[in-house]
């Protein structure tokens, strides 16, 4: 519009075409076309024409309507085109064969490729994000893999790397592990938490099957070994969306950051096992760290120590170490049992007949229900199939239990505690009969009734304490019916032995 309206200018003053020509850059050829479609009607003594004024008369609209809706339809295409060139196979090629089959009348495939190119610039933008101090690890295994030597045979074995990354101080580590299978995975996490010497409060990763076992854009379902981990470490897990890289791209420069600091400087030198190669990788990591940031005497290692191992978590004193996990029918008798060494654990016992969920290694086992523990036990290696906690068992089973559990030594103790006299009558009362449970349970219940009469007891059992025949019953009812209260009337102390007095053996 600017050179069109310089050309009706300079014509207006009187200039030649050729010197327009000249002054403008325009060809001859379209001022003659320009002044031909704009000169008849003239604009004397009316107001200057608009842009679109101006661009209606002076070009050819038909043309340009065309040119508008082919432009149209080809953007229509690539909203369609741009989520296709993500699938397995499509090219620009297949794209732009389709794209004429439904508009015979399109671009050739170099303008074709042109617009698309525009478009995806346009669409592709990036953001700048902001991480806080001690929020997040981002994690991720490189693509391109390490090699060592087998020392016998002579085969290159190729290993994986992981890399880690504070995106905030911009610390990074790495180790080989030989895959990224579950055990490798669970290694990696316990070097890096070690390593930094603190726990993050989120662990960022991608959609790898180690961690998710169903990807999700809102809300992914993660592996049981990373729910372990985040119990065990007091951090959550998450998961980037899916086929988008660019939610953990500082882990992304990371690794191609380790690539040139690492993979560069051993690339020249031969290692004989996965260990040597893990040895030689900590020296150039240590450096990397160091190195001071472009214009800056500021390494990664130095905002990590000023800024953020403080706002991160404490790190646990154990490594986590995977446990197994099974699923029981809790049993009738309120037991799970383990089918490695054949135990059997007790659970609380309302919760017989459902399923729950059993997490063990070699030194606990843990019972859960809808996610809450119901029970935990300490692992035995013993010949007792058993292993019951009084607190999982009803009050009936608990009192057998107890029963069961009774010593002579223990009511013993118990009944010096309240007094002598309490002690005598519990030692008579022991050495009752031959039933030995029987005489426990007669001990135990004349041993209760000091909660219920408090103090009263001793006073009971001295009142009774000499006699030839005590027993449970005797005891309650005097409590009961408040003798014990009463002075004693006679002194019930035995006739000591004397020569002149006859036994009951004179009167046979």
């Not at 404490?314 to 170490?321: A, D, K, R």
């Not at 383990?338 to 399923?355: A, H, I």
């Amino acid at each position: 519009m600017e050179q069109l309206k310089q050309v009706l200018q300079l014509k207006k003053d009187g200039v030649p075409i050729r010197e327009i020509a000249r002054r403008t850059g325009v060809s001859r050829n379209a001022i003659k076309r320009y002044l031909s479609r704009l000169e008849p009607d003239g604009n004397d003594g009316q107001e200057p024409l608009t842009n679109k004024q101006l661009a209606e008369k002076a070009y050819d609209n038909d043309t340009l309507l065309s040119a508008a809706g082919r432009l149209a339809d080809l953007l229509r295409h690539f909203s369609y085109a741009e989520k296709e060139l993500h699938r397995t196979g499509v090219n620009r090629q297949l794209l732009w064969v389709e794209y004429i089959e439904q508009y015979p009348d399109g671009y050739t495939y170099s303008r074709y490729c042109f617009h698309l190119r525009k478009f995806l610039k346009h669409t592709g933008v990036s953001m700048h994000l902001e991480y806080e101090p001690g929020d997040m690890m981002m994690i991720d295994f490189a693509g391109k893999k390490l090699r060592y030597t087998h020392p016998d045979t002579g085969e290159a074995i190729s290993v994986e790397v992981f890399v880690a990354i504070l995106p905030f101080s911009g610390l990074i580590f790495c180790k080989a592990v030989p895959t990224q299978r579950t055990a490798d995975f669970i290694t990696c996490i316990n070097n890096m938490l070690k390593f930094y010497g603190a726990v993050p409060k989120t662990i960022l990763c991608d959609n790898l099957k180690t961690a998710v076992t169903r990807p999700c854009r809102y809300e992914p379902v993660f592996t049981e070994v990373c729910n372990q981990l985040s119990e065990h470490y007091q951090t959550t897990f998450s998961a980037t969306r899916p086929y988008s890289p660019r939610d953990k791209a500082m882990v992304e420069r990371a690794v191609n950051i380790v690539y040139t600091h690492i993979y560069a400087p051993l690339r020249n030198d031969i290692f004989f096992s996965l260990e040597e190669l893990q040895l030689a990788m900590q020296a150039p990591l240590i450096k990397l760290n160091d190195k001071p940031y472009k214009n800056t005497v500021y390494s990664r290692q130095y905002f990590y120590e000023q800024y953020e191992r403080a706002l991160l978590k404490t790190l646990s004193q154990e490594s986590f170490t995977q446990k197994k996990v099974s699923v029981h029918t809790v049993q009738r008798n309120y037991h799970i049992q383990l089918s490695e060494n054949r135990l059997y654990y007790s659970v609380p016992f309302t919760y017989v007949g459902k399923k729950v969920k059993v997490l063990y290694d070699n030194h606990t086992v843990e019972v859960y229900h809808d996610h809450v523990r119901i029970a935990l036990h300490v692992r035995k290696s013993t010949a007792k199939s058993y292993i019951t906690q009084p607190e999982h068992m009803p009050a009936k089973h608990l009192y057998m239990h107890k029963v069961n559990g009774w010593t002579k030594e223990g009511l013993l103790s118990q009944a010096e505690k309240i007094g002598c006299c309490t002690l005598q009558v519990a030692t008579h009362i022991l050495d009752n009969s031959i039933y030995k449970e029987q005489n426990y349970k007669a001990c135990y219940g004349m041993l209760l009734l000091e909660k219920k009469y408090n103090n009263r007891l001793e006073a009971a059992c001295k009142r009774v304490a000499n006699n030839v025949r005590i027993n449970y019953t005797m005891i309650k009812n005097i409590l009961k019916n408040g003798l014990d209260k009463q002075t004693i009337l006679f002194d019930n102390t035995p006739i000591p032995t004397h020569d002149n007095i006859r036994g009951a053996g004179q009167y046979q």
